[in-house]
């Protein structure tokens, strides 16, 4: 209607300062790039004002963060000097509140005396609400043309927002990443430092255990070794005594006016008979120790057992200790570290002398059996009528520096139980139906003396793995 | 000299040997006789007390670590009894440790084995002259 009241000429100028308005428009949003909101907002109200001679522009922009609303106001050349933007601003976002739907599309407000028609243009920005104001005093404003430039000059802050959020958004993100990057590179550096100083503390820590271990094994062979040495003293010092006494004796008797001669001979004799018993002890004691290899050899249980016997024979008898075996006669020989597995037996049996020290009320008897444990083990059991223990200590006997014992130190039966487990066998303990307990062990036998039964089995596996192949 | 040995037969004091094992009973009676001492030989700490030589017994050679009563527990048995027969204590044990208890308790001596014929007489000189 407003175009047919124009003539031609006019009306295609003003078609033409209207597209160049809208290029102008368009071009808007490249000079956007990298803009801040308030930038673009503020680019924008400048050239509506210029462009479509405009008497105000009133853009409040929302901010999403919750923060207070951005309000941008531009008054025209016109007005400039005879207005306060500030009042103007508050009369403007008086009428156009939070909910555009009741936003008026038209509102006249006086500005220097006349009044000026302002129009509010909505930003649909993903549920920001943006209010753009015009206001011009033209009596037909605004026109279809400058509605349509408004739309436009809309559209086009729209996506300038929507870029300068996005980028503002990312760079957010960026700096917020580059924070967290550089925060978890931070605790990572640490926790690569705390982790560092664990690891070095658990090397320390098992240095320190592997030390200590070696020393409590060192000590263990030490105080075997000690007790060891004060048999072997005793055994061998009993016969040297009677040489001894017997040659001095002998001496006296042919030094004797008349000698003595028959006297003489039956000392010599008894010399004879005692350095034969001293070399037996030291044979014993050969047999105990001589050992050609360090790896498993065969081992005769119940030899072993009897060596062990006699070195601890004096030390039980001078703790009244009656000592009884029940040797299993033709157990086959067991896989092994004989001087090892002899340690062992040597623990288990002064074990149960030491806890019979106390025992007045009962004869100390001990009972040294060996057995088969199956087909493929030996089984050796001390067993004593001694002290015995409560189920806590049961618990913890083989634990090492535990120990029920005064004067003990704890070591005995953890060193035992790990040298029978060593030899792939196993140590345990029971308590007696009268006083006392029973520690026993089991080794296996050596491969070639297990029953008949495991050879026929052992000799099918292959055949049986060559139908399966085929 | 052998008259004289002869002559003086009744007089000659009484050692006892207590020790368990046999071959000190059969060769330290011979060395002390040839002292020329009496001499009687016991396997036992008890076999010695139910013995009639307690009463006679003029120095005690006494094994240490016997079964059943063992020497020490012989020593405190006669401290009991008031009957203070001198001991000289032999051990087969090289252990040096046991000595000052047993010289406390009032033992002359503890001699290890294997022990010389000087050591021991030295010990019995020093015994019977305690007596």
């Known amino acids: ?470 | 000299v052998t008259e004289v040995v002869r002559t003086t037969n009744v007089e000659r004091p009484l050692v006892s040997v207590v020790d368990d094992d046999e071959s000190v009973r059969e060769s330290l009676p011979d060395l002390l006789r040839e002292f020329g001492f009496a001499v009687r030989a016991f396997a036992s700490a008890e076999e010695f007390l139910t013995s009639d030589c307690v009463g006679k017994t003029r120095c005690l050679i006494l094994d240490i670590a016997m079964p059943g009563m063992t020497g020490p527990d012989l020593q405190h048995e006669l401290k009991r009894r008031r009957r203070e027969i001198p001991i000289v204590f032999i051990t087969a044990h090289a252990d040096e440790s046991a000595r000052p208890g047993l010289i406390e308790e009032g033992a002359v001596e503890c001699l290890l084995k294997p022990f010389s014929d000087t050591d021991l007489r030295k010990a019995l000189d020093m015994a019977l002259a305690e007596d």
């Not at chain 1, 920005?125 to 209010?131: D, F, H, M, P, V």
């Not at chain 1, 349509?148 to 927002?161: K, W, Y």
């Not at chain 1, 005064?406 to 139906?433: F, K």
């Not at chain 1, 089991?442 to 049986?464: C, M, N």
């Open chain 1, 1 to 470: 209607m407003e175009a047919s009241l124009e003539n031609p000429a006019e009306q295609i100028k003003r078609l033409q300062r209207c597209i160049n308005d809208l290029v102008s428009v368009l071009a808007l949003a490249a000079t956007w790039a990298d803009a801040e909101p308030s930038q673009v907002v503020g680019a924008v109200t400048d050239a509506l004002l210029r462009m479509l001679d405009l008497d105000l522009v009133f853009v409040r922009l929302t901010n999403p963060t919750g923060d207070a609303p951005i309000k941008i106001i531009r008054i025209g050349p016109s007005q400039k000097s005879t207005t306060d933007a500030r009042i103007v601003s508050e009369a403007i976002d008086g009428w156009f509140g939070d909910n555009p739907q009741k936003w008026p599309p038209l509102v006249q407000i006086p500005i220097g005396g006349r009044g000026v028609s302002i129009a509010p243009l909505q930003l649909w920005l993903q549920g920001e609400k943006t209010l753009i104001a015009v206001g011009s005093q033209r009596p037909d404003f605004p026109s279809q043309t400058e509605r349509l430039l408004f739309s436009v000059a809309a559209n086009q802050v729209a996506i300038g927002l929507q870029k300068a959020r996005l980028l503002t958004e990312q760079k957010r993100i960026a700096d917020e990443l580059d924070e967290r990057v550089a925060e978890r590179t931070g605790e990572l550096a640490a926790a690569n430092e705390e982790l560092r100083n664990e690891i070095a503390e658990r090397k320390r820590a098992e240095e320190e255990l592997r030390d200590t271990q070696s020393k409590l094994a060192h000590m263990t062979r030490l105080m075997t070794i000690g007790q060891l040495t004060a048999s072997i003293a005793h055994e061998v010092n009993q016969p040297l005594a009677g040489i001894i006494t017997n040659a001095n004796t002998c001496l006296r008797m042919l030094a004797a006016q008349p000698p003595n001669i028959e006297g003489a001979k039956e000392t010599a004799r008894r010399t004879i008979r005692d350095g034969n018993r001293a070399s037996e002890v030291i044979k014993r004691l050969r047999a105990l120790f001589s050992k050609k290899d360090p790896s498993l050899e065969p081992v005769d249980l119940n030899e072993a057992t009897r060596e062990v016997i006699a070195l601890s024979l004096s030390k039980l008898q001078g703790n009244r200790v009656i000592l009884r075996t029940e040797l299993a006669d033709g157990l086959p020989n067991v896989s092994g570290d004989r001087v090892q597995l002899q340690q062992v037996i040597l623990n288990l049996i002064q074990n149960g002398s030491d806890a019979m020290s106390s025992i007045d009320d009962r004869p100390r008897d001990m009972l040294v059996k060996t057995e088969r444990d199956g087909h493929e083990a030996l089984c050796l059991t001390v067993r004593d009528v001694g002290v015995g223990f409560s189920e806590e200590d049961g618990g913890r006997l083989f634990d090492a520096f535990y120990t029920t014992k005064g004067d003990g130190m704890g070591i005995g039966l953890s060193v035992s139980r790990s040298i029978v487990e060593r030899h792939g066998g196993r140590m345990w303990t029971a308590g007696n139906e009268g006083p006392g307990v029973s520690f026993s062990f089991s080794v296996p036998l050596l491969p070639e003396q297990k029953t008949d039964a495991d050879t026929t089995a052992r000799a099918g596996g292959p055949r049986s793995m060559e139908r399966q192949s085929k």
